[in-house]
Nanobody, 123 residues
Framework: QVQLVESGGGLVQAGGSLRLSCAAS????????MGWFRQAAGKEREFVAL????????YYADSVKGRFTISRDNAKNTVYLQMNSLKREDTAVYYC????????????????WGQGTQVTVSS
């Protein structure tokens, strides 16, 4: 198993930036494709971004493309989500997740989840 702990959320004004971190412990971090998802109040959890174990492939939801950047440091067992030009509609609880089956944007593919970190964007 792998344990995931997110950090870095908070309150930011529209147009600002935040960097989320997800620290992993447990089994070999490099076995996993890592993803970021978010869930706004009253809405379903949605895909944000993913990165493969070797960082060769990244993929983003259209809503964040060009504003968010996913990266990972395998030496630190950590994945990051740099969020720039934040909008009010980015307000949500952000979750990191892990799986070993290649790519995937559906939450059901992911085996392990963190507890989430709140991001609130004010106007």
């Amino acid at each position: 198993q792998v344990q995931l702990v997110e950090s870095g959320g908070g309150l930011v004004q529209a147009g600002g930036s935040l960097r989320l971190s997800c620290a992993a412990s447990g089994r070999t971090f490099t076995s996993y494709t890592m993803g970021w998802f978010r869930q706004a109040a009253g809405k379903e959890r949605e895909f944000v971004a993913l990165i493969t174990w070797n960082s060769i492939t990244t993929y983003y939801a259209d809503s964040v493309k060009g504003r968010f950047t996913i990266s990972r440091d395998n030496a630190k067992n950590t994945v990051y989500l740099q969020m720039n030009s934040l909008k009010r509609e980015d307000t949500a609880v952000y979750y990191c997740a892990a799986h070993t089956r290649g790519l995937g944007v559906e939450p059901g593919i992911y085996d392990y989840w963190g507890q989430g970190t709140q991001v609130t964007v004010s106007s």
